[in-house]
């Protein structure tokens, strides 16, 4: 239902663009989540975007690197990443929220009830 693209090598302090599409039905009024996870690590939040795209939250890790966008005529949710480091080497995955219309970005991986497969990001130093 949720498909991630984007994904890729790429140098520290390189950009990428990571997009999440939906299909088979709509994320319109559910908060959308981004989060990743490291090999041996939990998956942690990276960042989400209210049901109306009018409120964002990140993690303090990605703050002011990070930006979360979404489409909703087009079902799609996008993730720019700038400034990329070493330590953002991770699978990413998007996430819609189990409860609709909140009123809060959760963090909790817990809150979500729908994923995406996940992209590779990988950055080398």
């Known amino acids: 239902q949720l498909v991630e693209s984007g994904g890729g090598l790429v140098q520290a302090g390189g950009s990428l663009r990571l997009s999440c599409a939906a299909s088979?039905?709509?994320?319109?009024?559910?908060?959308m989540g981004w989060f990743r996870q490291a090999p041996g690590k939990e998956r942690e939040f990276v960042g989400g975007?209210?049901?109306?795209?009018?409120?964002?939250r990140y993690a303090d890790s990605v703050k002011g690197r990070f930006t979360i966008s979404r489409d909703n005529a087009k079902n799609t949710v996008t993730l720019q990443i700038n400034s990329l480091k070493p330590e953002d080497t991770a699978v990413y995955y998007c996430a819609a929220d189990r409860v609709p219309y909140r009123s809060v970005v959760v963090t909790r991986p817990g809150e979500y009830n729908a994923w995406g497969q996940g992209t590779q990001v990988t950055v080398s130093s």
């Open positions: 088979g039905r709509t994320f319109i009024g559910y908060v």
């Open positions: 975007i209210s049901w109306s795209g009018g409120l964002t």
